[in-house]
């Protein structure tokens, strides 16, 4: 078995990239383990069992000092007998008032936080949870989406931290977690070489060029959505014609950039139908374009 430190993973922008770990969240070696519980500290569903049997039953008495944590807020303590691992992230993601169900908001609270906080701490590496997916009865496909968004936004303010690990021991979040996250730093990819290329557009173009920006960044938040997907990359595909159609031939890096653009829409319109149903599929076969890293078995509950 190999482990997500030899993997290069994605990266979203900046010096960070993200892996994603097929296993017990308990056994990625992170510097930095997020634990996902309840406002009242308990330790109920799978992942943070897991954690309590590898760091040792006084980590949930140390949390139980704080009484009540609020949601979306983050709990830092040792990381008991876990080798490896420096600190423990404890937060929470739901609300009592909805009968304690994963809350969006608080999904993308308790990624940015712990994220930042890592490197704040200057550790190397950070576990995150698929938030919510268990007890929480939030669905894979909304969690990925927002983890994924949150990272992305985050990942340039990063100093220090160079991993972020997405740890689930379900096959079909790992599934939708690699396609989205291909996805999404392919088009921030097509962001950065468009705008390398903004000093070669007349002035006259840039109210195109920011519409076509605009429509990318669209694309990246329209998650596993396939309509709002395909409406992205048609609007991408036109707009991209409409300003090659319009720049000068003698332009520096600029049609070269337009035609990335470009075929970045039209891999989107050939690819979404056979992606979304691949990873909507009762049973996957297993292969995802991207690393991932095979651990335990047990399925999540956090």
Request: charged share 15%; hydrophobic share 45%.
């Amino acid at each position: 078995m190999f482990g997500w430190a030899e993997l290069s993973g994605y990266n979203l922008g900046g010096r960070v990239s993200v892996v994603s770990w097929l296993g017990d969240i308990a056994e990625t070696g992170a510097a930095v383990i997020v634990n996902s519980i309840g406002s009242r500290a308990s330790f109920r569903n799978a992942i943070a069992q897991s954690i309590l049997k590898a760091a040792g039953p006084e980590i949930q008495a140390e949390v139980r000092r704080y009484v009540l944590i609020q949601p979306g807020s983050v709990v830092v303590t040792h990381a008991g007998h876990m080798a490896g691992t420096r600190y423990l992230f404890h937060t929470v993601v739901t609300r009592g008032k909805t009968k304690y169900r994963a809350d969006s908001d608080l999904i993308v609270r308790a990624t940015t936080r712990c994220v930042l906080l890592a490197d704040l701490l200057d550790q190397p590496s950070i576990a995150l949870p698929a938030f919510g997916t268990g007890l929480g009865r939030a669905r894979p496909e909304e969690v990925v989406e927002q983890m994924i968004n949150a990272l992305a936004d985050i990942f340039p303010r990063c100093k220090n931290l160079d991993k972020v690990v997405f740890a689930t021991t379900n096959k079909r979040t790992v599934a939708l977690f690699n396609f989205r996250v291909l996805a999404v730093q392919a088009l921030i990819r097509r962001e950065q070489e468009l705008k390398s290329a903004l000093a070669d557009f007349p002035p006259s173009l840039y109210g195109l060029v920011g519409s076509l920006l605009q429509q990318l960044q669209n694309a990246r938040h329209a998650g596993t959505n396939s309509q709002a997907l395909l409406q992205q990359a048609e609007g991408i595909i036109s707009l991209g014609s409409d300003l090659r159609q319009r720049l000068p031939e003698q332009t520096g890096r600029g049609p070269e950039a337009i035609q990335l653009i470009i075929n970045t829409g039209n891999s989107i319109v050939q690819n979404v139908t056979q992606i979304v149903g691949a990873v909507h599929a009762p049973v996957l076969s297993g292969t995802f374009d991207g690393p991932v890293v095979v651990g335990g078995a047990q399925e999540d509950s956090q």
